[in-house]
């Protein structure tokens, strides 16, 4: 029988990832996440390294901007980029507790 | 008459004596673009702003080799008003509000925009198929992939619609797809071009680079890309350069390794026997060619598929559906609309490596995936750097395989990580890598070769790579008009 996680396990990282899945989606990545998470456990394989961490690779010298006020985006462009928004203001759904008129 | 055809010194010289304009060009790339339309090279054209601007540059000094030249961007690079997708559902109407750094480079160098190529969706895959906009098709058979994640770029250059293409390349993507299409794709050294408005994917990866027909117009293109950028802290800060200085020059002296790895068995017989009989051209020429071990190679792919998924599902929790891109409807709450929205808007290929990427960072799983990989790859790195203590450069085949059917089955998620398992050392370890064509199967595919250098050495890359083109001197044009 193919190796597969619960379906718990997918709900699990879906909810980490806020990601919705339908149910047959879900049956599908029980499957394919496994295969995945085992081919990540070879890590454990590999012996003999150094414990240094490599943020990344880069052989520059980190170099931070000056702390100076510069041009920025225009406020109005970014808020009329929000797929909802009202004057100055990006309107989101309701936070705590639903909507009634959903 | 045709100019996108010939070479870029020669369509400057015809710019400078006003014998074509940059509207000629343009035209001209539209045209061609139509004619290859079954290609699905693009995303979006850009013909309008294009033309417009060709008309604007009329009467101005031809004061650079790119002025006036069409180029082709991923549609993973922000343009100021011009729809960037990145290949997916979510991002379907996103029209960006600022350019990336490397669009204000290019429009410095007076370049138009002529559209933004097709990809696998947020840079994930190795066939662009997962693109939301349907996968492009390769120009040397329409029955194949052109690889990915920057298939649309490869597509557009192997085709020869315009001369210019930028691609990203965050486990291979400029280098592989070029490799299937037979054109020249560079990724420069971690740094190198500044990533300010290339969309994230796995950041310490992420690399944006040239895609051409030949080594000396993609050293050209790499000239007016690079450079520090305040916008990007890891945008290196290098003294000025010029990539073409060492094209043309012999290589004799030069130490070349092959990693063992890079030949091993994973390798099809044909692509090694390509990339073998290159070697023997190379030993003739005076280099000497070394076959080397890279201690940790064999442990790249799942040290990149740690780090480049747990990076992906952090980058793309900007996702979210409130500031920019698609929303889904009819929700009850702000966690609905976050669930709905993500879950219709990303694709499968995304949806899997985010979820495997959240667990791979959660809690304590963080310690024992991601920060373990991060030594790793440290380790490997250094690796590397030994290598380059004896040898100028390292070869070896990019792709295991030559292009394969567009048919080809989809279900094993591991089969766009195995695609590009000879090329993610290459951004494991920060290195400038590069594509270059060296012959073909026995379907007359491309099969490429790439030649990798220390940080910061993209110039003796494009020596060899400019040698090699030179002495091959293949047929590089599908169909063979050149």
Same mark, same amino acid.
């Given at each position: 029988?193919?190796?597969?996680?619960?379906?718990?396990?997918?709900?699990?990282?879906?909810?980490?990832?806020?990601?919705?899945?339908?149910?047959?989606?879900?049956?599908?990545?029980?499957?394919?996440? &496994?295969? =995945?998470?085992?081919?990540?456990?070879?890590?454990?394989?590999?012996?003999?390294?150094?414990? +240094?961490?490599?943020?990344?690779?880069?052989?520059?010298?980190?170099?931070?901007?000056?702390?100076?006020?510069?041009?920025? =985006? +225009?406020?109005?462009?970014?808020?009329?980029?929000?797929?909802?928004?009202?004057?100055?203001?990006?309107?989101?759904?309701?936070?705590?507790?639903?909507?009634?008129?959903? | 008459?045709?100019?996108?055809?010939? %070479?870029?010194?020669?369509?400057?010289?015809?710019?400078?004596?006003?014998?074509?304009?940059?509207?000629?060009?343009?035209?001209?790339?539209?045209?061609?673009?139509?004619?290859?339309?079954?290609?699905?090279?693009?995303?979006?054209?850009?013909?309008?702003?294009?033309?417009?601007?060709?008309?604007?540059?009329?009467?101005?000094?031809?004061?650079? =080799?790119?002025?006036?030249? !069409?180029?082709?961007?991923?549609?993973?690079?922000?343009?100021?008003?011009?729809?960037?997708?990145?290949?997916?559902?979510?991002?379907?109407?996103?029209?960006?509000?600022?350019?990336?750094?490397?669009?204000?480079?290019?429009?410095?160098?007076?370049?138009?925009?002529?559209?933004?190529?097709?990809?696998?969706?947020?840079?994930?895959?190795?066939?662009? #198929?997962?693109?939301?906009?349907?996968? !492009?098709?390769?120009?040397? $058979?329409?029955?194949?992939?052109?690889?990915?994640?920057?298939?649309?770029?490869?597509?557009?250059?192997?085709?020869?619609?315009?001369?210019?293409?930028?691609?990203?390349?965050?486990?291979?993507?400029?280098?592989?797809?070029?490799?299937?299409?037979?054109?020249?794709?560079?990724? !420069?050294?971690?740094? #190198?071009?500044?990533?300010?408005?290339?969309?994230?994917?796995?950041?310490?990866?992420?690399?944006?680079?040239?895609?051409?027909?030949?080594?000396?117009?993609?050293?050209?293109?790499?000239?007016?890309?690079?450079?520090?950028?305040?916008?990007?802290?890891?945008?290196?800060?290098?003294?000025?350069?010029?990539?073409?200085?060492?094209?043309? &020059? /012999?290589?004799?002296?030069?130490?070349?390794?092959?990693?063992?790895?890079?030949?091993? /068995?994973?390798?099809?017989?044909?692509?090694?026997?390509?990339?073998?009989?290159?070697?023997?051209?190379?030993?003739? %020429?005076?280099?000497?060619?070394?076959?080397?071990?890279?201690?940790?190679?064999?442990?790249?792919?799942?040290?990149?598929?740690?780090?480049?998924?747990?990076?992906?599902?952090?980058? =793309?929790? #900007?996702?979210?559906?409130?500031?920019?891109?698609?929303?889904?409807?009819?929700?009850?709450?702000?966690?609905?609309?976050?669930?709905?929205?993500?879950?219709?808007?990303?694709?499968?290929?995304?949806?899997?490596?985010?979820?495997?990427? %959240?667990?791979?960072?959660?809690?304590?799983?963080?310690?024992?995936?991601? $920060?373990?990989?991060?030594?790793?790859?440290?380790?490997? #790195?250094?690796?590397?750097?030994?290598?380059?203590?004896?040898?100028?450069?390292?070869?070896?085949?990019?792709?295991?395989?030559?292009?394969?059917?567009?048919? +080809?089955?989809? +279900?094993?998620?591991?089969? %766009?990580?195995?695609?590009?398992?000879?090329?993610?050392?290459?951004?494991?370890?920060?290195?400038?890598?590069?594509?270059?064509?060296?012959?073909?199967?026995?379907?007359?595919? !491309?099969?490429?070769?790439?030649?990798?250098?220390?940080?910061?050495?993209?110039?003796?890359?494009?020596?060899?790579?400019?040698?090699?083109?030179?002495?091959?001197?293949?047929?590089?044009?599908?169909?063979?008009?050149?």
């Amino acid at each position: 029988m193919e190796e597969k996680l619960t379906r718990e396990e997918v709900l699990h990282v879906a909810r980490l990832a806020r990601i919705q899945l339908s149910e047959e989606e879900i049956e599908k990545y029980q499957v394919e996440l &496994k295969k =995945l998470l085992k081919d990540v456990e070879k890590i454990n394989d590999v012996k003999g390294y150094d414990d +240094d961490i490599l943020i990344a690779c880069w052989d520059g010298n980190t170099e931070l901007r000056k702390d100076e006020e510069g041009e920025m =985006l +225009d406020p109005k462009q970014v808020v009329e980029n929000a797929p909802h928004h009202a004057g100055n203001y990006i309107e989101v759904p309701v936070v705590i507790g639903e909507s009634e008129g959903a | 008459m045709k100019y996108l055809n010939k %070479s870029i010194t020669e369509i400057h010289e015809l710019l400078k004596n006003k014998t074509i304009t940059p509207v000629d060009l343009v035209e001209e790339a539209f045209e061609n673009i139509e004619k290859n339309k079954e290609l699905n090279a693009y995303i979006t054209l850009n013909k309008e702003e294009a033309l417009k601007e060709a008309k604007e540059l009329e009467g101005k000094e031809v004061d650079n =080799l790119l002025f006036g030249l !069409p180029i082709a961007v991923k549609d993973n690079i922000i343009t100021k008003g011009l729809r960037t997708t990145c290949g997916s559902h979510i991002l379907e109407n996103f029209v960006p509000i600022y350019n990336a750094t490397v669009v204000e480079k290019i429009k410095a160098k007076h370049m138009i925009i002529i559209g933004k190529t097709n990809m696998d969706e947020f840079a994930m895959g190795s066939s662009s #198929r997962t693109s939301y906009f349907g996968a !492009p098709r390769n120009p040397w $058979n329409k029955d194949k992939i052109c690889g990915g994640s920057s298939g649309g770029s490869a597509a557009t250059i192997a085709a020869r619609d315009v001369l210019f293409a930028i691609g990203s390349d965050t486990g291979g993507s400029i280098r592989q797809p070029a490799s299937y299409t037979g054109i020249v794709g560079m990724k !420069p050294t971690y740094g #190198r071009i500044s990533r300010y408005g290339l969309v994230a994917f796995a950041s310490s990866l992420d690399q944006m680079g040239p895609m051409t027909k030949n080594v000396y117009e993609n050293a050209v293109l790499l000239n007016a890309l690079v450079g520090k950028d305040e916008k990007d802290l890891t945008s290196a800060r290098r003294e000025e350069e010029d990539f073409t200085r060492f094209i043309g &020059k /012999d290589i004799k002296g030069m130490k070349i390794a092959v990693p063992n790895f890079l030949m091993g /068995d994973i390798v099809s017989k044909e692509v090694k026997e390509k990339i073998k009989d290159t070697i023997q051209l190379l030993e003739k %020429s005076g280099a000497t060619v070394d076959y080397v071990d890279i201690k940790y190679l064999e442990n790249a792919m799942t040290l990149y598929q740690i780090i480049a998924m747990g990076e992906a599902s952090s980058n =793309l929790a #900007r996702f979210d559906g409130i500031r920019y891109g698609f929303q889904a409807e009819n929700i009850k709450n702000i966690e609905e609309m976050y669930l709905e929205t993500r879950g219709q808007g990303f694709g499968e290929e995304v949806k899997r490596r985010i979820m495997v990427g %959240s667990y791979l960072l959660s809690g304590e799983n963080a310690k024992v995936y991601y $920060n373990k990989a991060l030594s790793i790859r440290d380790d490997m #790195r250094k690796e590397f750097k030994k290598v380059f203590e004896k040898y100028d450069l390292i070869i070896g085949p990019t792709t295991v395989t030559t292009a394969y059917d567009l048919t +080809d089955p989809m +279900d094993d998620p591991r089969k %766009s990580f195995m695609d590009d398992v000879l090329v993610i050392p290459v951004n494991m370890a920060g290195l400038p890598g590069m594509n270059i064509p060296v012959g073909f199967d026995n379907k007359h595919m !491309p099969i490429g070769m790439q030649i990798i250098g220390n940080s910061f050495e993209e110039a003796k890359i494009y020596q060899l790579g400019s040698f090699i083109e030179k002495s091959l001197n293949l047929e590089l044009t599908p169909g063979g008009e050149k």
